[in-house]
């Protein structure tokens, strides 16, 4: 790895963040995000997307389970690191590239990380806030969206330690 970290882990860092930033929105503003709320002209697609996740939906706000806004307030640590991640891997001559990738390794890793907790707690909730859906709505609606956040930040894990375990390996000695 160069001292720019490849296109692909910057777009994802900026696009992602983004996305999620919207999504912890949805979740902390909540009931006035959701469907009938006077912030839900920001959040139209969670009308659909409210009803395949119950985490996202009614069911989840009116039994108080905290675990929607807990996970939305990691979203916020973690797309924040992501974002000085960029500012600081964006000026290499200022900032040891080194050292700024172990702070996008563990974005990387918080979000990998969670994001199994994510399907776990589904997993063994019983399938508690996805099993209604038909198949197809599971997979192309729910696996599959949520599926990009395991494996690209597990993908921008393994590049970045990579990197930093190659920095750890002492210089070879040549006789």
């Given amino acids: 790895m160069t001292d720019t970290p490849p296109t692909w882990i910057r777009l994802w860092f900026l696009i992602s963040s983004l996305v999620v930033y919207w999504d912890a929105g949805f979740c902390l503003l909540r009931p006035h995000s959701m469907e009938g ?7 139209r697609p969670y009308n659909l997307y409210s009803k395949i996740d119950h985490f996202y939906g009614i069911q989840a706000l009116e039994a ?41 390794f563990a974005a990387a890793l918080l979000t990998l990380n969670k994001t199994v907790l994510y399907w776990l707690n589904e997993i063994f909730s019983g399938m508690g806030h996805t099993g209604h859906n038909s198949l197809f709505d599971f997979i192309f609606l729910w696996v599959i969206p949520n599926g990009l956040w395991i494996i690209v930040p597990g993908w921008i894990a ?5 990197s930093i375990s190659r920095q750890l390996e002492p210089p070879i000695k040549s006789d």
Avoid: C, R
Avoid at 37 to 43: A, R
Avoid at 158 to 162: E, F
């Fill in 64 to 104: 108080n389970d905290g675990f929607t806004g807990a996970q939305a307030f990691l979203n916020v640590v973690e797309s924040t690191m992501n974002l000085v991640y960029l500012y600081l891997a964006m000026h290499p001559t200022k900032y040891n590239i080194h050292k700024v990738n172990l702070l996008g």
């Fill in 37 to 43: 709320g006077s912030l839900n002209f920001l959040w």
């Fill in 158 to 162: 393994v590049t970045l330690g990579q």
